[in-house]
C-alpha cells in the first residue's frame, strides 16, 4: 500500500484499518498485540516520510512490525502471522526488501543504523537510516555503544523512541525514570540548526559568538540532555498517537542530517481499550475474545516455570542466601513470584543479560548463592560474562535456563538450541538437565549445594511426563531407567527423556532408556557398564547437535576407545523456524513417529 500520496484524513483511515486487521487476526492467532497497537502511527509516520525500500527501515527486537508488514504488501498474508509456514513475527528480509534486518534480540538497531549509514555515506548514497526503539529495549548496554560512535560521526540516523513507560513488564533503571520524566516535560524542538542559521546569515559576526553561549546555557535546561551531551539531536516528547504531529517532525528530522532521537510518548495497546497502559499480559498473547478481553484458554499440563518459580521460593524460604534476578522477563521466568515475596533478594535488572551475569558473579564472590534465570536464546547475550566473570572465578551460580529447547511461534531468533553447546565447552562449569517437573525441582535443590557454576535447562511449557523413580541428583551420575531385551539403547536428556519413552512405545523392541542427567561431567562408569550390553546408541535431546549430547558422548566413547554406533537425534547444522512445536518437530523429523522409522 502506497501512502506517501495520502491525505491526512486517509491515513487516519489507513491507521485504523490497520488497528482492526490486528485486533482481528491476532485475537484469532495470538502474537505481540499491546506493542504492534501503540506503534501504528510512528509506523504510518515512518511510511510516509521515508521510503522502506530505499531508507534502512529498522524496528529493535520487532515484534512491533505487524503495521510495517501491513503497509508492505502483507495485509493478506498476515493472517499466517507466526504459524507455521506463514509470516515471520518479527521483520525478515527474505519475506520482504521493505524488512531491512531480521530482529528478535532486543537493542542492535541503533547499531544496525550506525553500520547503514557508515556503508551510505561510502556509497555517497541519499538514504537515511530510521530506527524504531522502544523505552525497554533502550535498558540495554549495546545502545549506548551505538549511540556513543553515533553521537561521534554524526551521521544522518533518525531514531523514533517509541515510548510507552512499558518494557514486557513495568519498565526497570534510571534510564527508564529519566525518559519518563521526560514525558512529563514540554515539548523541546532540536531547532539549533534553523536559528544558527539565521544568526549566520542574518547577524553581525559578534552575535554568534553570543548565539553560541546560548545555546550552551540552553542545553542546561534542554530535557535531551541524555542525548545532547552525547551529540545526538533531542526533538520531543511529541504524541506518537499525533499523526500530524509525528509526520511534522519526522519531516524536521529527516531534514536535519544529523543523528537526532524523536521522543515519542505512545500507549501501549492504543485502540484496544483493554490492553491500554500497563498491562504486561497483552504483550505476547494467545487467542482472546474481542468482545471482553477474555483469554480462550487450553488445558495444559503445568508449566516447567511454574514448578521452577514455586521450587526457588520454597528453597528461598529455607536458605536465605539466595538470591536471583531476571533481564526483564518476570512472570516469562517466574521470578515476579520471588521478586513479590523477596523484594531485597530478587530484581529485575531490565534487558541487561550482561550485566545479570557480572552483578550476580560478585554476589557469589560475597557469599550469596545467585540464580540467574534467563531464557536460552537471551543468555547468549551474556556469553563472555558467564566465562570471564563466573567460571574462571569458579563461582558457585546457578543458570537456570528457561525456554531450552524449540520456542515455537517465536522462531528463528528464539529457539534454546545452543546453551548445551556453549555451556560444556567452559572449564569449571556442571551442565545437568531434569527430565520431568520433579526432578526439576530435585536439580534445583542440588545445584544450591554445588560450589561450582551450573547450569539447569527446561523447556517452555510443560515436560512430558514419564513415571520413573525419582533418585536425588548426585554429580555426574546418570540414572538407568529400564534395561532392555535389545541391542538398542535410547539415551534421553532434559526433554529428550520423555520423547525417547514415546519412541520406545511405538517401537516393536523392548528397548532400554537412560536419562543422561548430565551432559558434564558425564558418567563415565555408566557409560561403559551400558557398552557391555547395548552397541547400538540413539540420543534425544532438545539441543544443537554440533557440541550437543551426542558429540559429549562421542568424545567419551573415542577416548575410551569404545566401538558403539551412535545416532543422534538433536537439531541439525541450521536454524529452526517458527509455528507450532508439534509441526516444527515434524519438519525436523523429531517426532516420536518420525524417530521410529527413523530407527528402523
Ligand atoms: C536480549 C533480549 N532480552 C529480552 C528480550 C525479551 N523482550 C522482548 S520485547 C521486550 C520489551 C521491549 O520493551 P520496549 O522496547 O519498550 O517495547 P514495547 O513492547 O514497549 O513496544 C523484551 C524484554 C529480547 N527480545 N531480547
Ligand atoms: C519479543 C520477545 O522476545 C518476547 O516477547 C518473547 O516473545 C517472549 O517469549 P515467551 O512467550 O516464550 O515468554
Ligand atoms: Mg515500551
Not at 480462550?296 to 514448578?307: C, E, F, L, N
Request: charged residues 25%; glycine residues 8%; aromatic residues 8%.
Amino acid at each position: 500500500m502506497n501512502i506517501k500520496d495520502k491525505s491526512l484524513e486517509e491515513l487516519e483511515t489507513v491507521s485504523q484499518d490497520i488497528r482492526d486487521r490486528i485486533i482481528d487476526v491476532v485475537s484469532r492467532k495470538g502474537g505481540h498485540f499491546s506493542s504492534t497497537l501503540g506503534a501504528v502511527e510512528l509506523t504510518v509516520g515512518m511510511h510516509k516520510v521515508f521510503d522502506a525500500y530505499s531508507d534502512p527501515f529498522i524496528f529493535d527486537v520487532s515484534h512491533q512490525c505487524y503495521p510495517h508488514k501491513l503497509l508492505t504488501g502483507r495485509w493478506e498474508e498476515f493472517e499466517t502471522i507466526r504459524q507455521f509456514g506463514g509470516l515471520s513475527g518479527f521483520t525478515k528480509p527474505n519475506e520482504s526488501d521493505a524488512d531491512y534486518f531480521i530482529a528478535g534480540h532486543s537493542s542492535t538497531s541503533i547499531s544496525l543504523a550506525v553500520g547503514a549509514a557508515k556503508s551510505i555515506k561510502l556509497k555517497q548514497e541519499d538514504r537515511v537510516p530510521v530506527v524504531m526503539i522502544g523505552d525497554g529495549s533502550m535498558t540495554a548496554g549495546m545502545v549506548y555503544e551505538a549511540l556513543n560512535e553515533l553521537g561521534d560521526l554524526k551521521l544522518p540516523v533518525v531514531i523514533i523512541l517509541n515510548d510507552n513507560e512499558m518494557s514486557i513488564a513495568k519498565p526497570i533503571g534510571a534510564i527508564s525514570k529519566h525518559l519518563s520524566k521526560l514525558l512529563a516535560g514540554k515539548t523541546y524542538q532540536g531547532f539549533k540548526d534553523r536559528v544558527n542559521t539565521f544568526i549566520k546569515n542574518n547577524m553581525p559576526e559578534g552575535t554568534t559568538y553570543i548565539a553560541k553561549r546560548m545555546e550552551e546555557a540552553m542545553k542546561l535546561i534542554t530535557p535531551g540532555i541524555l542525548f545532547e551531551e552525547m551529540g545526538i539531536d533531542y526533538i520531543g516528547p511529541i504524541d506518537g498517537h499525533n499523526l500530524e504531529e509525528v509526520i511534522d517532525t519526522l519531516e524536521l528530522a529527516k531534514g536535519m542530517k544529523k543523528p537526532v532521537i524523536v521522543h515519542a510518548r505512545t500507549v501501549k495497546g492504543k485502540g484496544y481499550e483493554i490492553a491500554e497502559g500497563q498491562h504486561e499480559h497483552w504483550h505476547g498473547v494467545g487467542p482472546f475474545n474481542v468482545e471482553d478481553g477474555a483469554f480462550i484458554k487450553k488445558a495444559a499440563p503445568k508449566a516447567a516455570t511454574a514448578v521452577f518459580a514455586e521450587a526457588l521460593c520454597a528453597l528461598a524460604c529455607k536458605h536465605e542466601n539466595i538470591v536471583g534476578v531476571t533481564a526483564a522477563m518476570p512472570s516469562g521466568t517466574g521470578i515476579n513470584k520471588l521478586m513479590d515475596k523477596f523484594p531485597e533478594r530478587f530484581w529485575d535488572v531490565a534487558i541487561a543479560e550482561q550485566h545479570a551475569v557480572t552483578s550476580m558473579a560478585a554476589m557469589a564472590k560475597e557469599g550469596f548463592k545467585p540464580y540467574i534465570t534467563i531464557y536460552s536464546t537471551f543468555l547468549q547475550r551474556g556469553f563472555d560474562q558467564i566465562i570471564h566473570d563466573v567460571c574462571l572465578m569458579d563461582l558457585p551460580v546457578v543458570f537456570a535456563i528457561d525456554r531450552a529447547g524449540t520456542v515455537g511461534n517465536d522462531g528463528e531468533t528464539h529457539q534454546g538450541a545452543f546453551d548445551i553447546s556453549y555451556l560444556r565447552f567452559i572449564p569449571n562449569m556442571i551442565v545437568f538437565a531434569p527430565r520431568d517437573n520433579a526432578t526439576l525441582e530435585e536439580g534445583l535443590s542440588f545445584a544450591y549445594t554445588l560450589t561450582s557454576p551450573s547450569a539447569i535447562r527446561y523447556p517452555r511449557g510443560a515436560f512430558m511426563e514419564v513415571d520413573f523413580p525419582i533418585v536425588p541428583f548426585e554429580l555426574g551420575k546418570a540414572q538407568i531407567l529400564k534395561e532392555g531385551k535389545s541391542k538398542k539403547l535410547f539415551i534421553g536428556y532434559g526433554a529428550g527423556v520423555g520423547r525417547a519413552c514415546e519412541t520406545e512405545k511405538l517401537h516393536d523392541e523392548d528397548i532400554a532408556i537412560v536419562d543422561l542427567r548430565f551432559v558434564k561431567p558425564i558418567d563415565s562408569e555408566c557409560l561403559k557398564d551400558l557398552a557391555t550390553r547395548y552397541d547400538e546408541w540413539y540420543v534425544f535431546s532438545d539441543s544443537q547437535k554440533q557440541g550437543g549430547v551426542g558429540s559429549a558422548i562421542l568424545e567419551f566413547l573415542n577416548e575410551e576407545n569404545i566401538n558403539i554406533k551412535l545416532t543422534s537425534f538433536e537439531y541439525e547444522d541450521s536454524f529452526i523456524e517458527h509455528g507450532d512445536t508439534k509441526l516444527v518437530e515434524q519438519s525436523l523429523s523429531l517426532a516420536p513417529e518420525d524417530l521410529v522409522k527413523r530407527i528402523k
